[in-house]
């Protein structure tokens, strides 16, 4: 399922504890064709989340439409879990309810690489049309092509990582890839008795300094620094096949090649990355050729 | 204030009345009053070694109280299904075991869910859970939950969760070259969006 922007022009009824009216408002973000996505905050009102709501469908016989909607959000939920546990950057599971079909994520800050994408290529066309001294700074053309082959290579390794542990995403698209700004230092200050809260008041002050000076001189590389985030595992599996492996990545391919075409070169750089972090990648990228060849779908051949 | 009062998001009507002590001497007298069924003792008692951070034991009470709604608690109440809440597995004697008290316990989590009466209004209801909890535990009472962090025994919730020490540092090799893989605070993050999972996904 590919989750797309749509105007909502239905009200969907979450079920309880969703249904309260004094709390916290439900932000629906995205609606897919399985699910609706809301931000909203779980267990403190700083904990901002991602609810994830699978509706019953009506046309389903209600026992079989349950038995799908607990059989698909738990096995989303196992994933992240395990992909989570083993080290792969994605968003951790805060809560689920597979009988009334809501899980929370953890809310991933940032935009997506395709987001990411369109504002670099939107600003080099804008800045084409222009004159060529629009130029902002002393980052050319050039130094946005290095980063973002820096950014490459972190997709690279994150999808390898993530087959390293035997998992496979199913729609591996760069709308399901986010990049995570990194955290800024914790502001938060053990005050344990008083004279240590005085004390930490006192930090608290030289930190807020710090981060004064720190706002005022952004790096210019901030843009596009950050971890890659994979997100959206309605079509993940746990496999040992490197078939579905290399399908992963030539998706991957694919939506880089039809939504940014002026990107398709960096690819390889994701290849190169998944080759060099990944040990049994090599095979894949061998799948992948044979996958080239024929398209993703194995079956609809011969 | 001792009394700590938090509201969940979403369940406006549950105020979460937590109360953190160390110097705690009668937690054998506070468990047997659990285990002979004194209605007076319906508090979730934690052992606070056992519990990793303030989303750890929030994380249990949502799922405990969301259960109780849906009307499926599998255990005595919401108070006792919060203590089975934090356990990765279904074995409800041994979640007791681990979370729970023990004669050997010092510093503890005492937590109480309001609301459950309708004909107690709130305020007075937290004033009486106070005033209870105060003369019941023989220890000394937190002003704050901030410390709740330092009482975590991480080699001890590790093994509960079946976790491996450090499994951050594994993380996407090329990424971990900029971040800070010692990083105490970030291991502990680590482990609560695991932790969080794996309690989300008991029973399933």
Known sequence: ?302 | MVIQTIYLPHLPANPIHIFLFENVKNAAFLREQLMAGNMEFEYTFLDSTMILSLHHVLAAMFRAVNDLKHNRIRTKNVHSEAVFCLSPNNNIAESFRRFGLSGATESMLAIKVGGLDPTTPLDQEAEKVKRHILASVDGSPLDSLDRIDDFADLDKIRKVYKLQKGSKSNRTGGQSAQVNTGNGDEEREEMEAVILGLMALRGA
């Not at chain 1, 609706?36 to 779980?42: A, D, G, H, I, S």
């Not at chain 1, 599971?93 to 690489?113: F, H, K, S």
């Not at chain 1, 050319?140 to 087959?163: C, F, P, T």
């Open chain 1, 1 to 302: 399922m590919t989750l797309t922007t749509a105007a909502v022009t239905t009200a969907h009824t979450l079920p309880p504890p969703f249904t309260s009216p004094t709390s916290p408002p439900l932000d629906l973000r995205v609606q897919g064709a399985e699910s609706l996505l809301y931000k909203t905050t779980l267990l403190t009102p700083s904990l901002p989340c991602a609810l994830k709501y699978r509706p019953p469908k009506a046309y389903r016989h209600a026992t079989l439409d349950r038995r799908l909607t607990k059989a698909r959000l738990l096995a989303e939920a196992r994933v992240l879990v395990r992909c989570r546990r083993d080290g792969v950057t994605v968003p951790g599971v805060l809560g689920a309810d597979w009988e009334t079909g809501w899980i929370a994520l953890e809310w991933v800050e940032g935009r997506t690489v395709r987001e990411v994408l369109d504002g670099v290529y939107h600003v080099r066309e804008h800045r084409d049309a222009q004159s060529a001294e629009e130029k902002e700074g002393k980052e050319g053309i050039e130094g946005i092509e290095k980063q973002l082959l820096g950014l490459m290579r972190k997709v690279g390794v994150a999808v390898g990582k993530l087959h390293s542990v035997g998992v496979c995403h199913g729609d591996l698209t760069t709308s399901n890839l986010m990049l995570r700004p990194r955290k800024k230092k914790r502001t938060t200050h053990p005050g344990h008795d008083a004279a240590e809260a005085a004390e930490a008041a006192e930090a608290d002050i030289a930190m807020e300094a710090l981060r004064d000076a720190q706002a005022q001189e952004p790096e210019p590389e901030q843009e596009l620094d950050g971890d890659v985030v994979l997100i959206d595992f309605g079509l993940a599996n746990q496999t040992v096949q490197d078939e579905d492996k290399a399908v992963d990545l030539y998706v991957l391919e694919r939506a880089f090649g039809s939504t940014h075409p002026q990107a398709e070169h960096l690819f390889q750089e994701v290849l190169n990355a998944y080759g060099e972090n990944y040990k049994a990648g090599q095979t894949v990228l061998r799948k992948l050729d044979q996958v080239r060849m024929r398209g993703r779908k194995k079956s609809m051949l011969g």
